[in-house]
């Protein structure tokens, strides 16, 4: 079973903020929160990974609370181009393979 | 820098019949992944290797499921024989070392349509 819990489904209007919860309350203290989105009939892409501290790059912002228990990711300004399926995901130590969930489905409206 | 490429794209197959998925990592990637992604559900890990060495095939199906990495580039997926249930998405995936510490890149995937 994946270790995320993520909303199944969410709407946002082009040119505002996205913000995408996760929830992964068992994670472990050298886990990575990795975060991926699959855009219709492509391979998932990469978008931004962290461990304990917010980050930021040029696709996206990631927001990890300070237990470590949740994060959020932002998209600052979404565009209809960002309508996707967005996985968060936990790397499991010791395997350190991936265990996909449902992921949250993104909608961006004109 | 080139992707990871995987072919063919598309394939039908009947069932019982035999099928093979090919795929070439990014240049360096020690690390291969594959998995297999039914409509409406995220990817499941089939198998990795580290170089071409198997790191995890837990969940390979090795009765009619096998996969190789021959010289630690690239490598194929076998089924046979093929079962209605196998209709899915198999992408290929990469990375620089392991899961835990790089993150993966992905291929287009073969869609493959067991009838």
């Known amino acids: 079973d994946a270790k995320t819990t993520q909303p199944p489904s969410m709407d946002c209007a082009e040119g505002r903020a996205a913000n995408l919860p996760c929830n992964h309350s068992?994670?472990?203290?050298?886990?990575?929160v990795y975060w991926y989105r699959q855009i219709h009939s492509q391979g998932p892409q990469y978008i931004i990974h962290?461990?304990?501290n917010n980050e930021t790059n040029e696709m996206a912002s990631l927001i990890i609370t300070e237990d470590r228990k949740s994060s959020t990711l932002i998209l600052p300004h979404a565009t209809l181009r960002d309508t996707a399926v967005y996985y968060c995901i936990v790397s499991t130590s010791g395997t350190y393979k991936y265990i996909f969930g449902t992921g949250t489905r993104l909608k961006v409206l004109a | 820098e080139a992707g990871v490429a995987q072919s063919p794209r598309y394939k039908i197959i009947e069932k019982r019949q035999s099928v093979a998925f090919w795929c070439n990592p990014i240049?360096?990637?020690?690390?291969l992944y594959w998995y297999q992604q039914i409509l409406g559900q995220g990817p499941k890990l089939l198998i990795q290797?580290?170089?071409?060495?198997?790191?995890?095939d837990s969940q390979l199906p090795k009765d009619r499921f096998s996969a190789e990495r021959l010289k630690g580039v690239d490598s194929t997926l076998k089924i046979q024989p093929a079962k209605l249930e196998d209709s899915a998405v198999y992408l290929c995936?990469?990375?620089?070392?392991?899961?835990?510490?790089?993150?993966?890149?992905f291929g287009p995937g073969t869609r493959l349509t067991v009838t």
């Open positions: 290797f580290q170089n071409n060495g198997v790191v995890d």
């Open positions: 068992t994670i472990s203290g050298n886990e990575y």
């Open positions: 240049s360096g990637h020690a690390t």
């Open positions: 995936a990469s990375s620089f070392g392991l899961a835990g510490t790089y993150e993966q890149y």
């Open positions: 962290g461990l304990k």
